[in-house]
């Protein structure tokens, strides 16, 4: 099993920017993707940016493309999300996942991810 620890949270104004990490350790071989996602208490968990960490290659929601940056440290064992021009509807629990993804779309599938973090707050208002 991967274990996760999500920090970086916190307030933001509209158009400000956050980042957030992700720390990861345990069995590496166990996954082949990584990927952040959000959830607002009542809706569903919703993929926000993923990345193969062999290759590099990400995936992001339509939501966040070109607002928001996931990249991974030298080591990979650090995983980042960088937000910028934040809006009031990026305010969420944001998660860090790790797992198995058959392919590039799968990136952002709940699905695929099996170990999760346990979540950092990020809240975007006036």
């Known amino acids: 099993r991967v274990q996760l620890l999500e920090s970086g949270g916190g307030s933001a104004q509209p158009g400000g920017s956050l980042r957030l990490s992700c720390a990861v350790s345990?069995?590496?071989?166990?996954?082949?993707?990584l990927a952040w996602f959000r959830q607002d208490p009542g809706k569903e968990r919703e993929g926000v940016a993923g990345?193969?960490?062999?290759?590099?290659?990400?995936q992001y929601a339509d939501s966040v493309d070109g607002r928001f940056t996931i990249s991974q440290s030298d080591n990979q064992l650090k995983l980042y999300l960088q937000m910028n021009s934040l809006v009031p509807e990026d305010t969420a629990m944001y998660y860090c996942?790790?797992?198995?993804?058959?392919?590039?779309?799968?990136?952002?599938?709940?699905?695929?991810?099996?170990?999760w973090g346990q979540g950092t707050q990020v809240t975007v208002a006036a």
């Open positions: 345990g069995y590496v071989p166990s996954y082949n993707c």
């Open positions: 996942a790790a797992g198995v993804c058959a392919s590039r779309r799968r990136l952002l599938s709940t699905d695929s991810f099996t170990d």
């Open positions: 990345i193969y960490p062999s290759s590099g290659l990400t």
